[in-house]
């Protein structure tokens, strides 16, 4: 589990001071590493008992503990050489967090939802979308697609309490997308969000969380490679285990 994973678990549990600091942490990963809890505190504008305070509220033991996860972290989090060893740290990381993640509860979600409806935020999202259509047409599971931010605005009025939403978002930060969630949450509506492994204001506001893992690098001509391929592999595995959970309900 990564920090920014953390982070959203506990965000309810977390204070204004609490996030001014990790805020700090996640935008200076290399130098917060070394930092011991004086000097956090100090560029910060905290107490240490404030710091000690916020690294119990993420389920560590004090400081020290949190600052060899961090260590630990960076360290797992540079793939030495080449684009493929970056492809092959993500896909390690987001098969890690997807056998981690509560599926029976994602599944009988869907099991019980009376429609799906799935949104992605871009063109590739918009692939994966089709991807998960696909798979669930197999066993007469049929989705919604909804193709665009114009089209999430007319139909988010006709979604009730017995539907269901998946949401992609690569950062989970993509402003227009908001105002739909906050509608969702309003209606107290269920929905599933599908990002990428960060602290992102979709992945708060989730009542569900799915993770992929996909790092940005740059060629030497600075063409900037994203993968997808994480988010089509945690597709494919959320639709596996929605098989699982259908064949065992038939079991029983």
């Given at each position: 589990?990564?920090?920014?994973?953390?982070?959203?678990?506990?965000?309810?549990?977390?204070?204004?001071?609490?996030?001014?600091?990790?805020?700090?942490?996640?935008?200076?990963?290399?130098?917060?590493?070394?930092?011991?809890?004086?000097?956090?505190?100090?560029?910060?504008?905290?107490?240490?008992?404030?710091?000690?305070?916020?690294?119990k509220k993420l389920?560590?033991?004090?400081?020290?503990?949190?600052?060899?996860?961090?260590?630990?972290?960076?360290?797992?989090?540079?793939?030495?050489?080449?684009?493929?060893?970056?492809?092959?740290?993500?896909?390690?990381?987001?098969?890690?967090?997807?056998?981690?993640?509560?599926?029976?509860?994602?599944?009988?979600?869907?099991?019980?939802?009376?429609?799906?409806f799935i949104y992605?935020?871009?063109?590739?999202?918009?692939?994966?979308?089709?991807?998960?259509?696909?798979?669930?047409?197999?066993?007469?599971?049929?989705?919604t697609i909804i193709?665009?931010?114009?089209?999430?605005?007319?139909?988010?009025?006709?979604?009730?309490?017995?539907?269901?939403?998946?949401?992609?978002?690569?950062?989970?930060?993509?402003?227009?997308?908001?105002?739909?969630?906050?509608?969702?949450?309003?209606?107290?509506?269920?929905?599933?969000?599908?990002?990428?492994?960060?602290?992102?204001?979709?992945?708060?506001?989730?009542?569900?969380?799915?993770?992929?893992?996909?790092?940005?690098?740059?060629?030497?001509?600075?063409?900037?490679?994203?993968?997808?391929?994480?988010?089509?592999?945690?597709?494919?595995?959320?639709?596996?285990?929605?098989?699982?959970?259908?064949?065992?309900?038939?079991?029983?």
């Open positions: 589990m990564q920090l920014e994973e953390i982070i959203n678990e506990n965000y309810e549990q977390l204070s204004k001071n609490d996030l001014q600091v990790l805020k700090y942490i996640l935008n200076h990963k290399e130098t917060s590493r070394n930092l011991g809890i004086n000097e956090l505190s100090e560029l910060c504008f905290v107490s240490r008992s404030s710091i000690h305070r916020m690294t389920g560590f033991s004090g400081y020290s503990e949190f600052r060899v996860f961090i260590k630990w972290e960076e360290q797992a989090e540079q793939p030495d050489g080449n684009h493929v060893d970056v492809l092959e740290s993500d896909l390690t990381v987001t098969l890690k967090n997807l056998s981690s993640t509560d599926f029976e509860t994602i599944s009988q979600l869907l099991h019980n939802a009376e429609r799906i992605g935020t871009g063109t590739a999202q918009i692939t994966c979308a089709i991807e998960a259509q696909r798979l669930f047409a197999t066993i007469n599971r049929f989705i193709h665009d931010k114009v089209e999430f605005e007319s139909i988010s009025s006709n979604i009730n309490e017995n539907d269901v939403v998946i949401i992609l978002s690569l950062s989970g930060d993509t402003q227009s997308l908001i105002p739909q969630v906050k509608q969702l949450s309003a209606k107290g509506l269920d929905f599933i969000s599908i990002t990428n492994l960060k602290n992102s204001r979709l992945a708060q506001m989730s009542p569900y969380n799915i993770y992929a893992t996909t790092t940005a690098n740059n060629s030497k001509s600075g063409t900037e490679i994203v993968s997808f391929i994480p988010f089509h592999i945690t597709i494919e595995y959320m639709f596996r285990k929605y098989v699982e959970y259908i064949d065992g309900i038939g079991d029983n």
